[in-house]
């Protein structure tokens, strides 16, 4: 029997941060089966590309860390089988750079088979600029909320 | 002395004759172990149930049939559905998904859905791309 759990509208969602480096970047580039000189791996690839003194990591690791804080908060047996994300990238993350990633319940919704729960999600780097800002939802079983009265 | 440089085939992009819809070349990988465990070192998280977000499988089959000056991700969207295995060869369809102009900017919207051998539904990806990427500089240097 899965166990029960209450969401609310306003419940803010456990906060997760994460220190960007350099072999960070370059490992998930290559896991992906990218290969040769990037924006992401090559300083002068991204000067020349991008216009940038530095590398900048994939908005996709946001995106990674955004699911890592929705999965923490929802269960990985519920988020990774029914999980939404969409983020805006809003600024450049870099190597060096240290992302807090936060978010808070803004609605709950019954569908046919479950409760959506939706969140807002949001990204500042260490000078407390937003660099990434969306939403997500999570789609929760009925099975785990409590019995309707 | 002999050229080793091979022709790049691709078509450069014409933007204002992209056509919303069409279906980009679908392809396969096998998920291996190690690439899931370099993604899980690199985004530090050994729980990290999405490996097949690092393998950018929308905008690769673009860059398959387009060259462009580059570009950005200005925003990306990611449904889980089931969380891929080691071991299981991946089948990728992407397309052509949405275009559109902002601010003197040109986007292009790419989405792709993953599938593995035993037909499980793995994911669904959704990138917003502006193809000024230069712009990125003006801003940030």
Not at chain 1, 13 to 27: D, F, G, H, R, Y
Not at chain 2, 10 to 37: A, C, H, N
Not at chain 2, 101 to 107: E, F, I, L, T
Request: aromatic content about 8%.
């Amino acid at each position: 029997m899965a166990m029960t759990r209450t969401f609310k509208v306003g419940d803010e969602i456990p906060s997760l941060t994460k220190t960007m480096t350099q072999e960070a970047i370059n490992l998930f580039e290559k896991s992906g089966g990218a290969t040769g000189p990037s924006q992401f791996t090559d300083t002068e690839t991204a000067r020349h590309t991008l216009g940038t003194h530095s590398t900048v990591a994939s908005g996709r690791m946001s995106l990674t860390f955004a699911i890592e804080l929705l999965r923490r908060y929802f269960g990985a047996d519920i988020y990774n089988r029914g999980g939404i994300v969409d983020l805006r990238f809003l600024r450049p993350v870099r190597p060096g750079d240290s992302i807090t990633f936060t978010g808070k319940v803004t609605g709950i919704t019954k569908e046919a088979n479950g409760q959506r729960v939706s969140v807002e999600v949001s990204a500042k780097n260490q000078k407390g600029d937003t660099t990434a800002a969306g939403g997500g939802s999570c789609l929760v079983p009925s099975g785990y909320f409590p019995p309707e009265e | 002395m002999a050229q080793t440089q091979t022709e790049d085939k691709r078509k450069l992009l014409d933007w204002d004759k992209l056509e919303i819809g069409e279906k980009l070349p679908s392809f396969s990988y096998v998920l291996t172990q190690e690439m899931i465990d370099e993604y899980r070192k690199g985004v530090m998280d050994p729980e990290a149930g999405f490996p097949t977000i690092s393998h950018k499988v929308d905008v690769r089959p673009y860059q398959s049939v387009y060259r462009d000056n580059g570009s950005v991700n200005a925003r990306c969207a990611f449904h889980c559905y089931n969380s891929p295995i080691a071991g299981k060869r991946i089948t990728v369809q992407a397309w052509i998904a949405d275009k559109y102009a902002r601010r003197g900017k040109n986007y292009i919207v790419t989405e792709a859905v993953s599938v593995d051998e035993d037909g499980r539904l793995l994911d669904r990806v959704i990138t917003h791309e502006l193809k000024q990427p230069n712009e990125v500089g003006k801003k940030w240097q």
